[in-house]
Each structure stands twice: as structure tokens, then as C-alpha cells.
């Protein structure tokens, strides 16, 4: 890692104003780039940006304000749900292009107490209330695809920070959505700044619920490890060791397989893995679907490849829509695969939708794949032709297409790299 650059996510705020300083001073040689997001949804956030781009500046930071583009559609509620996907989006982009793998946030002691109160208040189960990770690999999908997400001051308080900012006369923005009540943050913001002994509670609750979701995330690992095959090709089989495995754990096992299959972003509920654990376990089954994954019997095993069905869309699910490549540039399909081509005029688009024009040669190279996977494969087009299938043994070119599956990777991550 050792010369490689470092991004931090830099608002301005008090938070990222002492990461910032923190990480110039640590990071001696490696370039240091502050991200400076402008969300675009109030007035004034145009020049809080350039405020803040100053600052970074003369912090010696390399400085980038970055534009959410709304396309028109500027969120009027969930807000700061809508507004945090969107930053991550344009944060992910971003650090991909600077060729940054490490991204650091500014997320704080308070900030985890204030999660874990949330989520507490949700109704969230015990491995939501492990909260905030000091690390994680792209915990985000796919718009943090290929980056660590690291929070050094995880551990300090809101206003120890701020004191470390005055003791160097560094200034800060405080910005006007912070002291707003509307959100469900500040309202739990203000509460536990008036209870002390119940945010040490919270942060005592975390510490013990992160120490058991890690424990857990060992076992279920090792029993993935053992009892599954990836294929380069972006699916996977369940081995008879996984069927016969636990209910419980074939169901804690499928909230990690499912999305790292699929390429969703989130699992679907405890309960319908749970029914699907007990239908993977009868010696009769005979197929099913659940959160954009197919199960098909083959063999001994279980094949688990992308369903169709969300590629090419059913009731409810738009159809996956073809998606241009830009010379040069690794881009994300469908959650599942990195592509990229050196050419200008080329796009991606799933088999499914090319299966009626292939010609003999080309079908007789698919034959090495299983039928059930193929239609939800890439292929490269261009001028409205297949130009490129990967992983089938079709020629090079010299446009150079490439296809990576994620499946392996997502799985890494999802698991907190225990299964690399």
C-alpha cells in the first residue's frame, strides 16, 4: 500500500477538518486527495464547497469538488438517505478514476452512538446493533466496488475533535442540516448529549455485538469455504455438505451468497432464507428463485446462477437496460461483472437478449457453459452485433473487452475479507 494515494471525504466540517490534518500529517509522501462533495439541494452549498475546497487547499491537500447530478430529480423526501447513496456514488467514481483503493470518513465516536440509538429505535436485530465499522471493504454496492473504507477517529468524540481543531487553529463549517430536528439523527443527537450513561451503553453494546458478528462471520466463512464452488463465469454450486447443513446456518449463509450472486445490494429477509433453507435441505427439490438468484439442481450440486427474470425484466422489475462502455474505463454490470473496452463505441448487454441472432459457431462455444447461466452473461456489442463473449474461449480482438466476475470478491467483502 505503501506509496499508493489516500482519498478522505472532506466537507468542511468539523469531523473531516481534523481527519484531514490527521491523515497530511501521517501520509508523509503518499498523495493526499480531499473529495469535496457539493450535493446541489440548498442554496449556499456551491459556495460551502469552494470554502472548503480553500481550506483543503492550504491544508496541502490535492482538491476535487465533486457535483451529485440529480438529473433534474432533486429528492423532497429521505433526504439524507437519497443524498448519502448519492455521494457514496460520485465518492466511488471518483476514487476508481484517481486510482485511490483506501478512502477515509470522518465518523466519530458520537456518530456510532447515534447509529446504534437508530437502529436500536428501529427495531433492529443484535448484528445491526454492531454498528459502524472502523473498517470495511466496500460496504456500499457497487458504488464503492474496489475500495477500503477506513474511519481512524471511529474512537474520538465529537468534541475532542473540535478541541484538536482549535489547539491548531484549523476552522471549520458547521453546516445548517447539523441542528436541524427535522432528521432522525439530530433528534438523537440531542438526546444523548443530555444522556451520557446512555450513549456508553450504546457503545458498550456495539463493541460486544461487533466481537460476535466477526465470530460469527469466521464460522459461516469456513462453512462457505467447504461446502461451495465459484466459477470464473460469475455463478456458484452448493455442494450436498451445504444441504446438510443447519437450517439456521444455510440461512445466515444465503444473507452473504444471495446479493454476492446476484450483484443486489441487500439480502433478502431472514425469513424467506429461512424457507429457503428448509427447501434446499428436502431430498426433493427441484428449483426455485429468491433475491435475483435461480437454484438449479446439477448433479449432486446446486447451481446458483443470476435469474433472468431480473435481467429482462418481470412485474414490478424494470428490464436491465444496455450499458455503454467508456474507452478505456472499467465500468460495473449489473452488480455482477467488471467491464471494459478500448474502444469508444461499444455496450454491454446481457445474452438473453442477443440468444435468437447467434450463429452456430457462437452457440457451440456456449456449450461449455451451463444453459442456465448463459442468458444472464455479458456480451460486448458493437454496430448492433455480438462482438465479444467472455469466458467461452472466444478470440481475442483488438479492442481489447475484458469481463471480471464479482461474485469471489463481493463475497470478500461481505464477509470483512474473511473469505479471501
Not at 481527519?19 to 439541494?41: E, F, N, Q, T
Not at 483503493?101 to 437508530?118: C, V, W
Not at 454496492?141 to 468534541?159: F, H, M, N, T
Not at 437496460?321 to 465500468?331: F, G, I, R, T
Request: proline share 5%; glycine share 8%; with cysteine.
Amino acid at each position: 500500500m505503501g506509496s499508493k494515494p489516500l482519498a478522505v471525504a472532506f466537507s468542511g466540517g468539523g469531523d473531516s477538518t481534523a481527519l484531514l490534518s490527521l491523515v497530511l500529517k501521517w501520509s508523509k509522501a503518499r498523495p493526499v486527495h480531499a473529495l469535496i462533495i457539493d450535493h446541489g439541494l440548498r442554496p449556499g452549498s456551491a459556495k460551502e464547497a469552494k470554502l472548503a475546497q480553500s481550506r483543503a487547499h492550504n491544508m496541502g491537500a490535492k482538491v476535487h469538488i465533486l457535483q451529485c447530478d440529480w438529473a433534474g430529480n432533486i429528492p423532497k423526501t429521505g433526504i439524507q438517505e437519497k443524498a448519502r447513496n448519492m455521494r457514496y456514488e460520485v465518492l466511488g467514481k471518483a476514487c476508481r478514476e484517481l486510482g485511490v483503493e483506501t478512502l477515509l470518513l470522518g465518523h466519530n465516536e458520537d456518530d456510532q452512538a447515534e447509529t446504534i440509538l437508530m437502529r436500536k429505535n428501529a427495531g433492529s436485530g443484535w448484528r445491526g446493533l454492531a454498528g459502524i465499522k472502523p473498517k470495511s471493504r466496500a460496504p456500499i454496492w457497487p458504488a464503492l466496488q474496489g475500495l477500503d473504507i477506513v474511519r481512524p477517529i471511529l474512537s474520538c468524540g465529537r468534541l475532542e475533535l473540535r478541541s484538536f481543531n482549535k489547539n491548531r487553529y484549523l476552522q471549520w463549517i458547521d453546516e445548517p442540516s447539523n441542528s436541524d430536528p427535522t432528521f432522525a439523527r439530530i433528534r438523537a443527537r440531542e438526546y444523548l448529549a443530555k444522556n451520557e450513561n446512555h450513549r456508553q451503553n450504546l457503545l458498550m453494546i456495539a463493541k460486544a455485538a461487533s466481537v460476535t458478528l466477526e465470530q460469527e462471520q469466521k464460522l459461516i466463512s469456513s462453512f462457505i469455504h467447504g461446502s461451495t464452488i465459484i466459477y470464473e463465469w460469475g455463478g456458484l454450486s452448493l455442494l450436498p455438505k451445504f444441504r446438510a447443513g443447519k437450517s439456521g446456518q444455510i440461512a445466515e449463509s444465503l444473507r452473504y451468497l444471495l446479493p454476492a450472486i446476484s450483484g443486489e445490494t441487500l439480502p433478502p429477509s431472514y425469513e424467506k432464507r429461512a424457507t429457503l433453507a428448509r427447501k434446499l435441505r428436502s431430498p426433493v427439490f427441484t428449483g426455485t428463485t429468491l433475491g435475483g438468484v435461480r437454484f438449479v439442481p446439477h448433479g449432486d450440486n446446486i447451481l446458483c446462477v443470476r435469474d433472468l427474470g431480473s435481467i429482462s425484466g418481470r412485474a414490478n422489475v424494470q428490464a436491465l437496460l444496455p450499458m455503454p462502455l467508456e474507452q478505456a474505463k472499467s465500468s460495473i454490470w449489473n452488480g455482477r461483472f467488471a467491464v471494459s473496452s478500448g474502444h469508444d463505441d461499444i455496450y454491454v448487454d446481457a445474452l438473453a437478449n442477443w440468444e435468437q441472432i447467434l450463429d452456430k459457431w457462437q452457440q457451440s462455444l456456449l456449450k461449455s457453459l451451463p444453459e442456465p447461466m448463459r442468458g444472464g452473461l455479458p456480451v460486448f456489442i458493437q454496430d448492433k452485433r455480438i462482438a465479444y463473449i467472455p469466458f467461452v474461449g472466444f478470440p481475442a480482438n483488438k479492442h481489447n473487452f475484458k469481463a471480471r466476475s464479482l461474485l469471489f470478491e463481493r463475497l470478500a467483502a461481505l464477509l470483512g475479507d474473511l473469505y479471501r
